[in-house]
């Protein structure tokens, strides 16, 4: 991570922040799974009390360890608990976006979204990842929209939601926008260590830029 921040130095004086952005959003895409996979596995784990439970954990650890996770997640899928359910619907969408199907990604997700089975808490999450992970092409209107119902909501995802807005803004060359934006994510007491530095590197980065 600091070979990156060392490069955001470096394009600081190429007045092109815009186009750092769009090099370097996508990597901060693993902060908001691992928070959903850290915690599912620890709700998970707490209802290991349970025999269906206990095979469930044991039937979505054995597929996830298989040589075809997809495939085996889906087998399992009617096996598991709806906490596992709701897991393995994740690594399902997050294993389409590695495979650069962003369309089917963002269906699986917006099918968690709209699940009101599942916790506020996980429901908003997939709400961020469809928009991180939107194909080309998307109405950046409607990714805008979809973000504002997670930046006006205090909470875990608040600060990504602002920063992934930023983010399109700058794809804009709303540099204005954008800059607020960061500038709220620095607001934040809770946030992580992560995410306030690369607040405060594009807050830099914007004010050098339009000097």
């Known amino acids: 991570m600091a070979d990156i921040f060392d490069e955001i130095d470096e394009e600081l004086k190429k007045d092109k922040a815009q186009q750092l952005w769009a090099r370097y959003g996508k990597f901060f895409i693993v902060a908001v799974v691992a928070v959903i996979l850290g915690v599912g596995s620890a709700q998970g784990y707490k209802a290991l009390k349970a025999k269906r439970a206990e095979a469930a954990a044991n039937a979505y650890q054995f597929a996830i360890g298989s040589d075809d ?9 009617a096996s598991l608990t709806e906490g596992y359910q709701m897991l393995a619907q994740f690594r399902l969408a997050a294993a389409k976006t590695a ?3 962003n369309d089917g990604a963002v269906a699986d997700y917006m099918t968690l979204v709209k699940n009101k089975a599942i916790k506020p808490l996980y429901q908003q999450a997939a ?7 939107a194909p080309e092409g998307t109405d950046p209107k409607q990714s805008q929209e979809q973000l504002a119902v997670l930046i006006s909501a205090p909470g875990p995802w608040q600060g990504l939601a602002l920063e992934q807005s930023a983010a399109l803004d700058l794809e804009k060359n709303d540099s204005d926008a954008a800059l607020k934006k960061f500038e709220s994510i620095l607001g934040i007491p809770e ?3 992560e995410l306030r530095q690369r607040a405060s590197q594009m807050v830099t980065i914007i004010k050098s830029a339009t000097r």
């Open 127 to 133: 709400l961020l990842l469809a928009v991180m992970n």
């Open 191 to 193: 946030i992580s260590p």
């Open 69 to 77: 996770v997809a495939a085996s997640l889906t087998q399992a899928m």
């Open 99 to 101: 495979e650069g199907d």
